[in-house]
């Protein structure tokens, strides 16, 4: 279904549809996210404050909205091995080389957001970790380097590549699995090297 994460109604009507068979959600990943086009290296001084909105609405808020409804139903209606996983960026723990302010501070929302959710949720069930990811093949990737530039990006990960969608997915599994009942409030590094701590 197509779903403005923004819209706190239309978060709670998608909630409403994945659940009209009676099935609660038992899983969320939030993975929405924008960042401003052809914008990555915009310094603070020259961010206008519709792009900062813009930016934390939907990667910031939007999560909030999706995981504030999730964590609602759970505590009411409780289920065995609830997973909630939110996207970040390796962009917020480096405090973004190449990212936007905007984009960097939305992502960083989200590594404290985790930890408070999963303190909260922990108590009917549900875990909650984040993936900050690294420089991921796909449309945002792609408007934001040229061809040069990720090939000089890639020389610079330890595995030696710009990291693929299904990465990011086999993390999520992982933690949406059976195997990480006991892993919550932590970040997974998702990013072949580039960030190691």
Same mark, same amino acid.
């Given at each position: 279904?197509?779903?403005?994460?923004?819209?706190?109604?239309?978060?709670?009507?998608?909630?409403?549809?994945?659940?009209?068979?009676?099935?609660?959600?038992?899983?969320?990943?939030?993975?929405?996210?924008?960042?401003?086009?052809?914008?990555?290296?915009?310094?603070?001084?020259?961010?206008?404050?519709?792009?900062?909105?813009?930016?934390?609405?939907?990667? *910031?808020?939007?999560?909030?909205?999706?995981?504030?409804?999730?964590?609602?139903?759970?505590?009411?209606?409780?289920?065995?091995?609830?997973?909630?996983?939110?996207?970040?960026?390796?962009?917020?723990?480096?405090?973004?080389?190449?990212?936007?302010?905007?984009?960097?501070?939305?992502?960083?929302?989200?590594?404290?957001?985790?930890?408070?959710?999963?303190?909260?949720?922990?108590?009917?069930?549900?875990?909650?970790?984040?993936?900050?990811?690294?420089?991921?093949?796909?449309?945002?990737?792609?408007?934001?380097?040229?061809?040069?530039?990720?090939?000089?990006?890639?020389?610079?990960?330890?595995?030696?590549?710009?990291?693929?969608?299904?990465?990011?997915?086999?993390?999520?599994?992982?933690?949406?699995?059976?195997?990480?009942?006991?892993?919550?409030? *932590?970040?997974?590094?998702?990013?072949?090297?580039?960030?190691?701590?």
């Amino acid at each position: 279904m197509q779903l403005d994460v923004r819209d706190e109604a239309a978060v709670r009507a998608a909630f409403d549809e994945a659940e009209s068979d009676g099935v609660p959600v038992s899983i969320l990943v939030t993975c929405a996210g924008i960042m401003p086009a052809g914008k990555a290296a915009m310094r603070i001084a020259a961010t206008s404050l519709r792009e900062w909105d813009d930016v934390l609405a939907v990667n *910031a808020t939007g999560t909030f909205l999706c995981l504030r409804e999730f964590l609602r139903r759970r505590e009411a209606d409780p289920v065995p091995q609830g997973r909630a996983i939110l996207l970040s960026s390796a962009a917020a723990q480096l405090g973004g080389y190449r990212g936007s302010a905007s984009y960097v501070a939305s992502k960083a929302a989200l590594l404290g957001l985790t930890k408070i959710a999963a303190r909260e949720a922990a108590g009917y069930g549900v875990t909650v970790n984040c993936i900050a990811a690294g420089p991921i093949e796909g449309g945002m990737f792609d408007a934001a380097t040229t061809p040069e530039s990720a090939e000089a990006l890639a020389g610079r990960i330890p595995i030696g590549r710009i990291g693929t969608p299904d990465d990011v997915a086999a993390a999520a599994l992982y933690l949406a699995g059976a195997g990480a009942e006991w892993v919550t409030g *932590a970040t997974l590094d998702v990013n072949g090297g580039y960030r190691m701590q």
